[in-house]
């Protein structure tokens, strides 16, 4: 019995590649508009998602995760003090309120260096910052990555801008003039009727 064209077989599997490209595409436009609509928001509202374990270390303390979207910023937080270890900062949290400024722009004005800031502890510029505290003598250990909310929506609307490239291009064996398909009539397009020789396809 003979074995299926390499290409037969192959086909179904460019078919989930498609379909998953194009599944990962939408994801990323829709995060990217919702990404967009924070950064509008931010201006005027603060808003915070934030969780905090409920389980000790052997130290007696709890960590808190939290998220924060604030003057055009993402602003990620992980904490690890005295305070955490109260109710209040335990269990999953949702809060909204008055924008805070920015990592840049609370930083001492002494700090600004050539556009950048950095203070003993961390280093931003450009809307991004990263810090590493911690204080052991008062158990306090906090750890901030800050991305700028222009640099979310350029990187997820690199896919969405791939597919639409894509869907641009007509596929192989089709008029480059209205896309018909030109398998069953490959000298002339019946749609538009363009010609082989001037679209140069067979």
């Not at 086909?11 to 924070?38: E, N, Y």
């Not at 280093?123 to 990555?145: H, M, T």
Request: charged letters at 15%.
């Amino acid at each position: 019995m003979p074995l299926p064209n390499r290409a037969v077989r192959c086909r179904p599997m460019r078919r989930l590649a498609h379909h998953l490209f194009t599944l990962c595409s939408a994801v990323s436009l829709l995060l990217g508009v919702a990404t967009a609509g924070l950064w509008l928001c931010s201006e005027f509202r603060a808003v915070s998602l934030g969780y905090g374990s409920s389980s000790p270390d052997a130290n007696g303390f709890t960590r808190m995760w939290q998220i924060e979207s604030t003057r055009g910023a993402i602003c990620w937080t992980v904490a690890w003090h005295w305070l955490t270890s109260s109710p209040g900062f335990q269990g999953l949290s949702l809060s909204s309120g008055p924008p805070e400024p920015s990592v840049s722009a609370w930083i001492p004005a002494s700090t600004h260096r050539a556009g950048a800031a950095w203070t003993e502890n961390g280093y931003g510029g450009a809307g991004f910052y990263v810090e590493r505290f911690r204080a052991l003598a008062v158990a306090w250990d906090r750890r901030v990555v800050q991305v700028p909310d222009w640099f979310l929506i350029t990187v997820l609307l690199v896919l969405p801008a791939m597919r639409w490239a894509r869907r641009r291009r007509p596929p192989p064996g089709s008029c480059p003039a209205c896309g018909y398909d030109l398998r069953a009539s490959p000298d002339r397009c019946p749609e538009c009727g363009t010609l082989a020789a001037a679209k140069g396809t067979t």
